[in-house]
């Protein structure tokens, strides 16, 4: 059971490029989520999937797509990467369901992507 | 607007103290509330979850919360070096699968 799991570890863009963040889970939950964590801005939501075939912006969407490609896998793109989108990004899921419990909406994360924009 | 807010520290507590970390939240009707520890360079690992109002206790941790005051606290006892870290609040602001809202985090170090 590895959890949630995170595809590159480390990436180098310059600016302009493209490039997809995976993650995966295999706890069978409904919600996943994207996160970027930057130095004193603490956790920041980008895109949320509440469940398999919907999608949601967060707090930061702008310059993000995301794909909920099955109930396991979400993805984050970046059309045209900026420095400015330099962070570690953060996948997360949860059991939750727009009608759950509140004991469903614990969080479990992935390691990290650490992105540099050149 | 959905606001976390925790003191950004450090905080400095010597090795076998309690470490008391505080968070103030916004919104009335949140039901989840969860303490994360980050170390440096790591995700977010789960602490600690508290619902209902109160004290919650595990192992050496205590999560309190006070939903009229809209405060939620955590307790370190027999505080350890390895407890050095920065400890995350998040909240469930509004319920449902919209995800948590984050603080800042509050960095702890343990003094040996």
């Known amino acids: 059971n590895a959890g949630v799991t995170q595809t590159p570890k480390f990436q180098v863009l310059k600016t302009g490029q493209s490039m997809t963040l995976q993650c995966a889970q295999d706890?069978?939950?409904?919600?996943m989520y994207w996160y970027r964590q930057d130095p004193g801005m603490g956790l920041r939501l980008i895109y949320y999937?509440?469940?398999?075939?919907?999608?949601d912006k967060g707090e930061v969407p702008n310059g993000y797509n995301v794909s909920r490609l099955n109930k396991r896998e979400f993805s984050l793109r970046l059309e045209s990467a900026a420095p400015s989108q330099t962070s570690v990004y953060f996948c997360?899921?949860?059991?939750?369901?727009?009608?759950?419990?509140?004991?469903?909406?614990?969080?479990?994360f992935g390691p990290g992507t650490r992105l540099l924009v050149l | 607007q959905k606001e976390v807010e925790q003191n950004s520290g450090p905080l400095s507590v010597p090795e076998g103290a309690i470490a008391s970390l505080n968070c103030t939240y916004s919104?009335?009707?949140?039901?989840?509330f969860f303490w994360y520890r980050q170390y440096s360079g790591k995700s977010p690992e789960l602490i600690m979850s508290?619902?209902?109002?109160g004290d919650k206790e595990d192992g050496r941790f205590t999560a309190q919360l006070n939903k009229a005051s809209q405060y939620v606290s955590l307790l370190i006892r027999d505080s350890q070096p390895s407890d050095s870290a920065t400890y995350l609040c998040?909240?469930?602001?509004?319920?449902?699968?919209?995800?948590?809202?984050f603080g800042k985090g509050t960095h702890l170090i343990i003094q040996p």
């Open positions: 998040a909240v469930n602001i509004g319920g449902g699968a919209d995800g948590l809202t």
């Open positions: 999937s509440a469940s398999e075939g919907t999608t």
């Open positions: 997360a899921s949860s059991p939750s369901t727009l009608a759950g419990r509140a004991s469903q909406e614990t969080q479990y």
């Open positions: 919104d009335r009707v949140s039901q989840s």
């Open positions: 706890m069978n939950h409904n919600s």
């Open positions: 508290i619902y209902s109002n």
